[in-house]
């Protein structure tokens, strides 16, 4: 009786010890966040355009033999979901360097200025609070967003938004 008592005593002191070392390692787009529309942009023109709270949560990794061998290169995984929603959310994958090629940002990604989530007709991207982003190809139809919060995203024929992390 003594024995595992004293055995017991020192699984409950190690506890701590192991919980720390097996979490995982910090994940900067899981959590609660406000969405509100970039002033000037179609969706924040419309009436009833008010700011929706949104969850982002990480979820299983992608299996690579269900994806084309060009994406191999990024399997992590997360969803998006409004917060008064479905458990069901949209799925998100990691920009890879073609995406942040395309936009004309791969210097940024390549500095570590920018990182990127993909979810078909929108993404989300995390840079420093006040960057400013150019958007569109060279020319004077380029726009620009200041990325006041630091988590800017676009979501296709509905326009700019800014994410505010609440927890």
């Not at 409950?12 to 995982?24: E, N, T, V």
């Amino acid at each position: 009786m003594r024995r595992s008592a004293v055995w017991l005593s020192c699984v409950m002191g190690l506890a701590p010890l192991g919980a720390g070392a097996a979490a995982p390692t910090s994940d900067p787009w899981s959590g609660v966040y406000r969405l509100e529309w970039v002033k000037g942009g179609a969706t924040a023109e419309r009436s009833g355009a008010a700011s929706q709270t949104l969850v982002v949560a990480k979820a299983a990794d992608a299996d690579p033999a269900k994806l084309v061998e060009r994406d191999w290169a990024e399997l992590s995984r997360w969803t998006l979901r409004e917060a008064t929603g479905s458990e069901q959310g949209r799925l998100l994958r990691r920009f890879v360097e073609r995406d942040y090629e395309g936009l004309g940002w791969s210097a940024l990604h390549a500095a570590g200025s920018i990182e990127c989530l993909d979810g078909g007709h929108l993404f989300f991207c995390l840079t420093q609070p006040g960057t400013t982003v150019a958007l569109g190809p060279e020319g004077p139809k380029r726009e620009t967003l200041i990325a006041q919060t630091g988590v800017f995203g676009i979501v296709l024929h509905a326009g700019a938004f800014e994410l505010k992390k609440l927890d």
